[in-house]
């Protein structure tokens, strides 16, 4: 409520009716107690008049509403398309208005980023649901797209026990599975206390391990840490052809 600046109101109720003079205090307090808000009715006499109306409430927009406002023209003109998406041409809103009402149809805007906007004659609800649906089965594409060349990471031991051998054998079929899925994969090989000192040497080792291991990708680039011991190989899928 705006402050009021006059000590006393001439009231008048919800339905016109005179109330006579009221101290601004208790006009607000009659106000109050019916759940109304004070509305002024004419500031300039003296005292001002003023009335009663039931306070508005705030009620939050459903999602359709907001979707309907999206797809409102308010340019005023706009390059019309009938519901077979046959061009009409250019004409006033009001004269697009008219036409969509004698058919029976709403006026949707499709793109109001040109100027005059385009719209279209059709169902706004149905247009709605639609664009909802094309933009979640797009976003469903694409995060299966990025699903399909997630990069994985997979661990290599750097031992040269039979069983370490094995291990990397399997590890090392995993990965040309993600490679022939087209994933992107990084080869992590760790080594730790003394081990780092040899670590160039069994790298020699198992690099040859890698290259002939990997046969559905190709290495495209080795890394080190600074503190010497960890290695990354980063292996790509194939070019199809």
Known sequence: MAYIQASFLQMR????????????????????K???ELVAVDEKVNPPIYTVKPRQRFVPKSPMDEAKAQYTVTAASVRL????????????????????????????AVNNRIDPPIAELGNLSKYI????????????KNRAAAKASEEKMLKLTS???????ADRARILKQANDFLVEGHPVKLNIRFRGREISHAEGAMDR????????????TVVKETRSTDGGTYTIQCMPRKKK
């Open 206 to 217: 198992l690099r040859e391990e890698i290259r002939v291991g990997i046969v559905d990708g």
């Open 34 to 36: 019916r759940g109304f």
């Open 159 to 165: 031992d040269t026990t039979d069983s370490s051998k």
């Open 13 to 32: 109720d919800e339905n016109g009716k005179d109330l006579g003079s009221m101290a601004t205090g208790q006009a607000k307090e009659y106000a109050r």
């Open 129 to 140: 649901y639609d664009q909802k649906k094309k933009a979640k089965e797009l976003d469903k």
């Open 81 to 108: 398309k009938d519901e077979e998406g046959k061009s009409l041409g250019v004409m006033s809103t009001a004269e697009a208005q008219k036409l969509a009402d004698e058919r029976g149809l709403d006026l949707i």
